[in-house]
């Protein structure tokens, strides 16, 4: 039983036994001020560290070890700029921090805290205080702020804010060990309740006081948030909601008037103890670096001209960076087919191990090396601040389309995959925007299209370069992911006067300073989303290249047994010239007859006028699973019936093709074709998924679903018309 009196009625609480579950420290702080950096520190894990306020959309856990006798759950909370929520991810962190029962409310919060912006940042650790969990703070940035001129007497502020103060520095591991021993020393200190930060008329109340004993809170404080925004929190019951309702209502409680109240008390403090601590150079603040920089990268012509060029150097260095791996692996994966068809015994397990698991992985591990450097290079964008500038710079284009900046970075996310950055919508505070970027991020090509891409783009587009240095098929890449942007904010429009709100919506954002990107950092992302990408759509191929290899190898007895006598009387009469033609052709004709075949053969009407032939049609089927199983399907189907021997590789085999009146299959009409099909089509389980846990309804995932479908078919249908 702990007693805690910070107001006239003292509150007892009675917490559980401190064995029943681990010592658990909350990391909580503004967007962009070092936490998940620490994160990392302290725990050990990968996680991903991005500029843009939000990148933390769900809290994330892992255990560090602070000393030889403490190991402690560490909790990673979405950023968030005051302790008032106004966008999901915040709600994360109100939930956590006031619900009594859940057994990850912090033993001990440590508040990170931007140095460089020292007052915006006390405001959020001076309410954190005022909740009475023991609060260690740790200061960041300091020589950001040295940068710009300002001196703070760290000693100084730890005796105002009445708490421990460590500064430190993530990045560069600096200061890590002095906040392990402060936290370690804290956890076994007993902390007397610190006076409230400052004195709310309110807080007094005897009506308040009921609302902090029905709820079991330490402060006045915390039952003050729980007046304020008891219909939002989660962990409160329908009777505590009503009882708190009527509470709150015989008052005469006005939430606007004392939030402002508040932040005025609290702003007015903070004012005296920076003139304390804190000093600035005068009489001119210093320009540092960063300020310099975007004078250039955020002028309205020379930045998005700036814009422009690192997109296309991103998109030519897929190609360029990637190329000669990708041949390795590619003619790796042929001869290795090729051997372990000369090393195993001929027969139907050879066949399945042979045709369907390797060459279905085969055609997935090839575009490994352009996942890694799309990642890679997104990373480096991110760590090094210009990824928050493009949102910036892209403000005006997405107010046009009823979006606003803060947009951006799920759309921009939505480039590496559509499932994190459906999630990263939950930072847009205005409901309306929120659901419209939902809808509208898969429009973006993920990385599970970019196989899809750059395996159609070799094949029907030619490898050339104009005026000496522009590969061809880089600006057609380029122009897919240019295609599929500005599609979406063409949907976002139309949506935008389908959906009425009267909610008003802003746009405030942070700019981080640039920092030189993390190397180690940027390989980390690049293995670990390589090992991803096999990973999880290894899985998927594995299964699926099986179930294609059988339903291509077999079919209606009656059906294979006639095509087999049919051509066993026409090679026992060819001589030994014309027998490898016949053989294939036997393959062929086997292949059409199989049940994959009569699937392929059954949606061929229906696909016909977009240029496909029935083994597209298969790859469509199947790849609804997943965009990249196209790859691993075309791959099972051109090697069911290969002749022994046969060396060729995926994309040659895919050039010979043909239809049964000899034209070719992969013209340039039926590409783009394909190409326009697959930027615009909802071909990913996991993203309807997705939608349907943040909507929580399944009725825009099926909106969604049948929009994008439509939208795919009718425009591939009007490209191969026109290019044929």
């Not at 007892?12 to 681990?22: A, D, E, I, N, Q």
């Not at 005026?467 to 057609?476: H, T």
């Not at 190898?553 to 010239?577: C, H, N, T, W």
């Amino acid at each position: 039983m702990i007693c805690i009196s910070p107001s006239p009625v003292a509150q007892c609480v009675l917490l559980p036994p401190l064995m029943t579950r681990p010592y658990t420290i909350a990391l909580v702080g503004n967007p962009n001020s070092g936490k998940s950096s620490l994160f990392n520190v302290l725990t050990g894990l990968n996680q991903k560290v991005g500029n843009f306020p939000g990148v933390t959309v769900d809290k994330k856990t892992g255990t560090a070890r602070i000393s030889d006798s403490l190991s402690a759950h560490v909790i990673d909370l979405p950023g968030t700029y005051s302790l008032y929520p106004k966008s999901a991810d915040e709600q994360v962190t109100y939930e956590v921090l006031l619900d009594q029962a859940n057994s990850e409310r912090p033993d001990l919060i440590v508040v990170i805290a931007d140095a460089s912006n020292l007052k915006r940042n006390l405001l959020f650790c001076s309410q954190i205080m005022d909740l009475k969990i023991p609060v260690v703070i740790a200061l960041t940035m300091m020589d950001i702020a040295r940068g710009r001129g300002v001196t703070i007497d760290v000693d100084e502020l730890e005796r105002a804010m009445g708490v421990p103060i460590v500064p430190i520095n993530p990045r560069k591991n600096k200061g890590i060990t002095q906040l392990k021993k402060v936290i370690a020393d804290t956890s076994q200190t007993t902390i007397t309740p610190r006076a409230d930060f400052i004195e709310l008329p309110v807080l007094g109340e005897e009506w308040l006081n009921e609302i902090r004993a029905l709820c079991g809170q330490a402060s006045n404080y915390a039952a003050l948030h729980i007046a304020c925004n008891y219909t939002g929190l989660q962990h409160l019951n329908a009777a505590l909601r009503i009882r708190i309702a009527s509470l709150v209502g015989e008052s005469g409680f006005q939430k606007s008037k004392v939030q402002a109240e508040e932040i005025v008390l609290r702003y007015k403090k903070i004012d005296t103890i920076l003139q304390r601590c804190v000093v600035t150079e005068s009489p001119m603040k210093r320009m540092v670096m960063s300020d310099r920089i975007d004078k250039t990268l955020l002028h309205p012509i020379y930045g998005n001209l700036i814009l422009l060029v690192v997109l296309f150097l991103l998109f030519q260095s897929i190609f360029w960076l990637a190329q000669y791996p990708m041949d390795w692996i590619e003619g790796g994966f042929a001869l290795l087919q090729n051997l372990l068809k000369d090393v195993l015994p001929a027969g139907m397990l050879t066949d399945l191990f042979v045709d369907g698991l390797v060459a279905g992985l085969g055609g997935i591990a090839v575009f490994v090396p352009q996942i890694m450097i799309l990642f890679g290079l997104i990373t480096i964008l991110e760590d090094s601040g210009y990824m928050a500038r493009i949102s910036f710079l892209t403000d005006r284009i997405m107010r046009s389309a009823g979006l606003n900046g803060r947009s951006v970075m799920p759309l921009i996310s939505g480039m590496a995959c559509a499932v994190p950055a459906i999630m990263a919508a939950r930072t847009i505070q205005n409901r309306k925007e929120r659901l419209v970027t939902i809808l509208v991020t898969p429009l973006m090509s993920c990385s599970a299209r970019l196989p899809v891409y750059t395996m159609l783009i070799g094949l029907v587009i030619p490898d050339k370069t104009m005026l000496g240095i522009f590969n061809v098929r880089g600006l057609v890449l380029m122009g897919l992911y240019l295609l599929g942007f500005f599609m979406a904010l063409v949907v976002a429009k139309v949506m935008d006067m389908v959906i009425k709100t009267k909610e008003r919506n802003f746009f405030l954002l942070e700019l981080p300073v640039y920092r030189a990107p993390r190397w180690a950092n940027v390989g980390i992302t690049m293995l670990e989303k390589g090992k991803i990408f096999i990973r999880d759509v290894g899985k998927v191929i594995i299964v699926l290249s099986l179930l294609l290899w059988a339903l291509a190898a077999f079919g209606p007895p009656a059906a294979m047994s006639e095509v087999e006598q049919k051509y066993a009387v026409l090679i026992d009469r060819a001589d030994a010239a014309e027998k490898p033609a016949l053989e294939r052709e036997l393959a062929t004709e086997k292949l059409e007859h199989s049940f994959a075949g009569i699937m392929g053969h059954a949606i061929e009407p229906a696909i016909r006028p977009l240029g496909y032939d029935w083994k597209i049609g298969i790859a469509l089927i199947t790849s609804f699973a997943a965009r990249e199983v196209f790859v691993g399907t075309m791959a099972t189907l051109y090697s069911v019936g290969n002749a022994d021997g046969d060396t060729r590789t995926l994309t040659e085999k895919m050039r010979e093709a043909r239809r049964p009146d000899g034209t070719i299959v992969y013209t340039l009409a039926t590409g783009v074709s394909l190409l326009i099909f697959y930027a615009f089509a909802m071909q990913c389980m996991s993203t309807l998924a997705i939608v349907k846990r943040e909507t929580r309804s399944w009725k825009m995932p099926a909106i969604q679903f049948a929009y994008m479908s439509l939208l795919a078919y009718v425009s591939a249908l009007i490209a191969y018309q026109l290019l044929k």
